[in-house]
């Protein structure tokens, strides 16, 4: 969902119920929409995570003021357009603006303390209570401060990258004094490094890691211990349960993986290992002599001319990729190919068990969906009820001529509702086994959908 294309389609409203078959039952769609007011300006728009929401800036002759589903808020000398973010709880909306010759930030309807400068979007926690940002704190100041929860910290040359961990407990930023660069992590500043990548944290944030150089070696850094050093290290990643860890590096000519400190066979080129959601298996790709392969617990699977975005089944027994071969396209289940296409979409939607897979597809000009191997037309928005049951998915529409298209809300092949467009970046989002939300357009208005499903 996140390659959908910035803006509104522009296309025709017509009305519909949809039904069809699943399981030898009959399909009914209900809708309820509500307006969220109208379309911010192109490209501007920012949604929640949850679907439900839509906020932007808007410039009106004496200030700014930002939108948030319909209702404007506090009117502002100037208000940076890009800067506004929902909390990952969907619950409050941050920007920045200006006031006089200071920046600051407001966080809800509530505007923060005035900095010289605020050089950086703000990071909410995940749980969205707490907030950090890079400001400049005044004129005279020769550095510059992470600001968390509106509390200044310790000055430094430069920082960026504020992280939060998984569970919001801890919090890390990069920071830069006198040409080296260091994470602090909970406040206490790490070793200095020639430089340092990426701060991982484990799902349950009681561990850490990042890539430190030094001495033209580079290591993994995990809690504070440094590892071996290599060429080239980096893609590390943790298990969900945080026992595991594994990263990618390179010893000469020599790319491999590195899991619990093995190290795995030696290719031209792998990517970053990833974890079962159990955590006891391993995925990565790799090549070997131009050529691509998947490795699934140490095992090579067959060579292609190009692999990617192998994934776990949520219970980790399946694995599944996408492979090319002579320009031609198939997504591989478990070492068996699907049908040939002449491309298979980045979007690919696995239920928990791996029996129901959903994915987008295109022959010659014609883009459609791929359900359990039945093809059916359209091929955008795709998303899966939890319990893997429903897909659900979009599909634009010629009319009769001299009539513009339109866009479908589809389920299971199933034809529902249809819109003028559906926004780029809104998450069509299941909030239960049979009840979605999405956002769609109406004569330049928002208009929040929710969808039930039923069965006759």
């Keep these: 969902m996140r390659a959908w294309m910035w803006a509104l389609v ?4 017509m009305c519909g119920v949809g039904w069809g078959a699943e399981a030898g039952k009959q399909i009914k769609l209900s809708f309820k929409e509500r307006s969220l007011g109208k379309v911010g300006p192109t490209g501007r728009m920012v949604f929640s995570a949850d679907g439900r929401h839509v906020a932007y800036a808007l410039k009106r002759s004496s200030g700014w003021v930002v939108v948030v589903d319909g209702v404007e808020g506090k009117e502002y000398e100037w208000v940076l357009a890009s800067s506004v973010v929902f ?8 920007y920045q603006v200006q006031r006089g ?25 995940p749980d969205g209570q707490h907030v950090g940002y890079v400001a400049k704190v005044s004129a005279e100041s020769g550095g510059v401060a992470v600001v968390m929860d509106g509390v200044a910290g310790k000055e430094y040359e430069k920082i960026n990258r504020v992280v939060f961990s998984a569970d919001s407990k801890r919090v890390g930023f990069r920071a830069e004094v006198e040409g ?51 060429d080239m290290v980096g893609g590390m990643s943790f298990s969900r349960d945080g026992k595991r860890v594994g990263f990618a590096a390179v010893r000469g000519q020599r790319y491999f993986v590195v899991v619990d400190g093995e190290e795995g066979k030696g290719y031209d080129v792998v990517t970053e290992p990833r974890f079962s959601p159990e955590g006891k298996r391993v995925v990565y790709e790799a090549i070997r002599n131009k050529r691509s392969m998947t490795v699934v617990d140490g095992e090579e699977g067959r060579t292609y001319d190009k692999v990617g975005a192998a994934m776990f089944s949520g219970d980790g027994r399946h694995v599944v990729y996408r492979a090319v071969a002579e320009r031609k396209h198939v997504l591989v289940v478990d070492g ?23 994915h987008s597809a295109r022959n010659g000009l014609v883009d459609f969906l791929v359900l359990d191997g039945k093809e059916m037309s359209g091929s955008g928005s795709i998303t899966m009820s939890p319990d893997g049951r429903y897909v659900a998915h979009m599909k634009e529409e010629a009319v009769s001529p001299g009539r513009a298209a339109c866009s479908v809300l589809m389920v299971n092949g199933v034809r529902g509702k249809e819109y003028e467009g559906f926004f780029a970046g809104a998450n069509w989002v299941f909030e239960g086994p049979n009840r979605l939300v999405v956002m769609a357009g109406r004569d330049g208005e928002v208009l929040l959908v929710e969808v039930e499903i039923g069965e006759e």
Excluded: H
């Excluded at 920046?103 to 703000?122: H, N, Q, W």
């Excluded at 200095?192 to 290591?219: C, H, N």
């Excluded at 049908?339 to 129901?356: F, L, M, P, T």
């Design 10 to 13: 522009v296309m025709l409203l």
């Design 87 to 94: 909390s990952p709880d969907s619950k409050r909306v941050a």
């Design 101 to 125: 010759e200071n920046v600051l930030v407001v966080v809800g309807t509530e505007a923060g303390k005035e900095y010289k400068d605020v050089l950086s979007r703000v990071v909410f926690s």
């Design 180 to 230: 080296k660069r260091f994470w602090v992590i909970d406040g206490e500043e790490g070793k200095k490094y020639d430089t340092v990548g990426p701060l991982i944290f484990s799902a349950d944030g009681k561990r850490w890691a990042y890539m430190g150089e030094g001495g033209g070696k580079q290591m993994m850094v995990i809690e504070g211990q440094e590892g071996k050093g290599y």
């Design 336 to 358: 068996v190919e699907s049908k040939e296409y002449d491309k298979i979409g980045d979007v690919v939607a696995v239920s928990a068990d791996g029996k129901r897979i959903a």
